[in-house]
């Protein structure tokens, strides 16, 4: 019977299609190992085939614990051949943490990094480790690929987001999101056949996913950075010739912290941010660190995809801002009645897109808090558009500090301390106060020493009294999460 409306979207389609048109062209890098579009055709259909051959049946998932390394792009592609459903895991996870997460989404087998088999030694589910014995299951399985047939829109994964209140909730991804996601990717930021890119975002993460795997599904090739180190990074693109490359805000103050001068590097061409909006003063560094580069900040979550996007003619006179809707993207913004605010007023953001998750695995109420009738996504954020439909990210709704009965938004306060020149990093939160209900408190990563004395000066001069921290505590470091973006609810709950 014929199927109206021709093939569905898969995310092993790309591999698929340049396994037989640039066989030899190599996909996938890793340290001194390559991989052909060829073998990665022909290992991702052995892993299909494996794990069929252990009784897995279309629909039940699969969990994958390692960090960035040759195998993670194969084994994706061939879950997706064999019509299951990956369930990435965060190699940083604790046993308990992974139990959890492989109980909550019944995973029914596990590929982990064998080095990483501690944390997951008295898991009785069907497992292989990744090291020689991944290999002899490899060359024991069929290579044949099985084209089990999927819907797009059925989840290629789930993706556990960290708990903020509780357990981590998991987001059900669909081929079709990701699929087009590649092809935006590919057409926005250049990832596509003869382009060369790096894993250097962990590929556990929706964002780190995306962008890497982008490139095996559109054509081009990705090199896996397993751990980062700026230098490092740095060799990397000198030496495979990158010249699209993701980042986190971290990722450039790493950079500018550890690497006196940076070598002009010539073939990138495109640098693209994402997790929070770069400080002023950080995207001034590199711009100036690497000239000529295009310069693109992003913004999105894992449940919505991509959303916005700065594009670099607007990189310099709309810094602080997150650019316009990116592709096939709307957005509302909306005030506290739930009305559309006007240009200049707060509101919170949600988007509309063919990148929206499906919804929370196996957590109706979840989903429908953030979902509205119509089909838009909340994603708890302040936003303000202006005149000319440019978005500033304000702040998390959560973390809008009311003090006194005035509302203030951390990120006004964290731009003008990251202005002041003993200030590396910084996040501001707001704390139970008895007479003012939250006070401002300013936690900082200085150069050297701080003194408070002299940040409250600089900030008086700067800012409304109400806005200026009641306290400043300097720390070693602030506590992140796989995408880099600050942790508030651990630095609220420091004693």
Same mark, same amino acid.
């Given at each position: ?37 060829? #073998? ?39 879950? #997706? ?9 965060? !190699?940083?996870? #604790? ?127 990705? &090199?896996?950075?397993? &751990? ?7 060799? +990397? ?24 001068? +940076? ?37 999105? &979550? ?22 316009? !809707?990116?592709? #096939? ?93 003993? +200030? ?72």
């Amino acid at each position: 019977m014929l199927r109206a409306g021709g093939a569905d979207l898969t995310i092993a389609g790309g591999i698929r299609e340049f396994g037989r048109a640039t066989p030899g062209v190599v996909a996938v890098r890793d340290g001194d190992r390559d991989i052909t579009y060829a #073998a990665l055709d022909e290992r991702s259909s052995r892993v299909a085939c494996g794990l069929l051959a252990m009784g897995l049946r279309p629909g039940e998932r699969v969990a994958l614990l390692c960090g960035n390394r040759l195998e993670y792009p194969e084994v994706a592609a061939g879950v #997706a051949k064999a019509g299951l459903v990956l369930v990435p895991v965060n !190699p940083r996870l #604790a046993g308990p943490e992974v139990r959890f997460i492989l109980e909550h989404a019944g995973a029914r087998a596990l590929l982990v990094d064998e080095a990483l088999d501690g944390a997951v030694h008295d898991v009785r589910i069907n497992k292989v480790l990744i090291g020689p014995s991944y290999e002899a299951w490899l060359d024991a399985s069929a290579s044949v690929d099985p084209w089990i047939a999927v819907d797009e829109r059925d989840p290629f994964c789930i993706a556990y987001t960290a708990g903020t209140t509780g357990d981590p909730k998991g987001v059900l991804i669909s081929h079709r999101s990701r699929c087009l996601t590649f092809y935006a990717t590919a057409l926005e930021w250049g990832i596509g056949p003869g382009r060369r890119t790096i894993a250097v975002a962990p590929m556990y993460h929706g964002a780190g996913f995306a962008f890497a795997y982008a490139a095996v599904y559109c054509g081009g090739t990705v &090199s896996m950075l397993r &751990s980062f180190d700026p230098h490092r990074l740095l060799d +990397v693109i000198e030496r495979d010739g990158a010249q699209s490359v993701f980042l986190v805000p971290t990722h450039a103050q790493l950079i500018r912290q550890n690497v006196p001068e +940076v070598k002009q590097l010539k073939t990138l061409d495109t640098l693209y941010f994402n997790a929070a909006a770069l400080p002023k003063v950080l995207k001034e560094w590199v711009f100036e660190a690497f000239p000529g580069v295009g310069v693109h900040e992003l913004y999105g &979550s894992t449940e919505a995809g991509v959303v916005t996007n700065l594009r670099p003619p607007d990189a310099r006179r709309k810094a602080g801002s997150v650019g316009h !809707p990116w592709f #096939a993207t709307e957005v509302r913004v909306v005030g506290e009645n739930g009305q559309p605010v006007e240009a200049g007023v707060p509101g919170e953001l949600f988007s509309r897109s063919p990148y929206l998750m499906n919804g929370y695995h196996e957590n109706p109420e979840a989903t429908a808090a953030c979902v509205t009738a119509d089909g838009f996504l909340t994603s708890g954020d302040i936003v303000i558009r202006d005149e000319e439909g440019f978005i500033s990210v304000v702040d998390r709704v959560k973390d809008v500090i009311i003090t006194g009965g005035v509302n203030v938004y951390p990120r006004d306060v964290e731009e003008v301390l990251l202005a002041h020149p003993s +200030v590396t990093e910084c996040a501001v939160v707001g704390e139970p106060d008895d007479r003012w209900g939250e006070r401002v408190v300013a936690y900082l990563v200085g150069q050297g020493p701080i003194e408070p004395d002299v940040l409250e000066a600089y900030l008086r001069e700067r800012l409304a009294g109400f806005k200026v921290p009641k306290q400043y505590r300097a720390v070693a470091a602030l506590p992140r999460n796989a995408a880099g973006k600050i942790l508030k609810r651990e630095l609220r709950s420091t004693p």
